[in-house]
């Protein structure tokens, strides 16, 4: 199965912005960058996806590197409800849709 | 808004019973999924279902089996519950395998404890 490699944990204080990275050298053409989240007690939430251009939504920015064998989620304002642990997954294109969580990097937001 | 739910938030059960849990979505998904999450292994696909009565096994179907009677309902099965089942188990949906930028929306999930 296709890899990423993330960061266990990284420390953020509130209003700042935050970059985590994610490693996935063995990306293929067709896969794309997924980030989920998952606070305390929850199920995971999408938070952004990308194939090749960088993107942003109103959760975040994904910026994918040119030769796509990294990515970061970026966070532009911490707050303390970003506290979680946010996973990057590849999708692959010939697998149907299926995710495969790593261990993801917890976030912990300092006020 | 989008809802995936699952029948029951906490679930305690004795070895060898058959425990099913549910999940329903809202959302005319084409795709559902179940995980389960322990402590140190992070989440992991048991099964996962792209169409009515279709399945397909994931990482770790041992032990589990599935039922997707109706569109928006897919059901976990442990026919003999055992002691290492005691996990979270979430339900997932997503609207379909041919784009791969679906997103998937998942359940609060289940925890369920097998004394």
């Known amino acids: 199965d296709a890899k990423t490699t993330q960061p266990n944990s990284m420390e953020s204080n509130e209003e700042e912005p935050v970059h985590l990275p994610c490693n996935h050298s063995?990306?293929?053409?067709?896969?794309?960058i997924h980030w989920y989240r998952q606070l305390p007690s929850q199920g995971p939430e999408y938070v952004i996806h990308?194939?090749?251009s960088n993107v942003n939504n109103r959760m975040a920015s994904l910026a994918i590197a040119e030769d796509r064998k990294s990515s970061t989620l970026i966070l532009h304002r911490a707050t303390l409800r970003d506290a979680a642990v946010y996973y990057c997954?590849?999708?692959?294109?010939?697998?149907?849709?299926?995710?495969?969580f790593g261990q993801g990097t917890e976030l912990s937001v300092k006020p | 808004d989008v809802k995936v739910t699952q029948s029951s938030r906490y679930l305690v059960k004795r070895t060898g019973e058959k425990v099913f849990l549910e999940c329903v979505q809202d959302?005319?998904?084409?795709?559902m999924f179940w995980y389960r999450q322990d402590p140190g292994l992070g989440l992991r696909l048991i099964y996962f279902?792209?169409?009515?009565?279709?399945?397909e096994k994931g990482d770790i179907p041992e032990g589990y089996s599935v039922s997707r009677e109706k569109k928006e309902r897919f059901s976990l099965i442990l026919e003999s519950a055992s002691t290492n089942q005691t996990s979270m188990y979430l339900c997932?949906?997503?609207?379909?395998?041919?784009?791969?930028?679906?997103?998937?929306?998942f359940g609060p999930g289940t925890r369920l404890t097998v004394l």
């Open positions: 997954i590849l999708l692959i294109y010939n697998q149907g849709g299926k995710l495969i």
């Open positions: 279902s792209y169409d009515v009565k279709m399945k």
């Open positions: 063995t990306i293929s053409g067709t896969d794309y």
């Open positions: 990308g194939l090749t």
């Open positions: 959302m005319d998904h084409e795709n």
């Open positions: 997932a949906s997503s609207l379909s395998f041919r784009e791969g930028s679906n997103e998937q929306f």
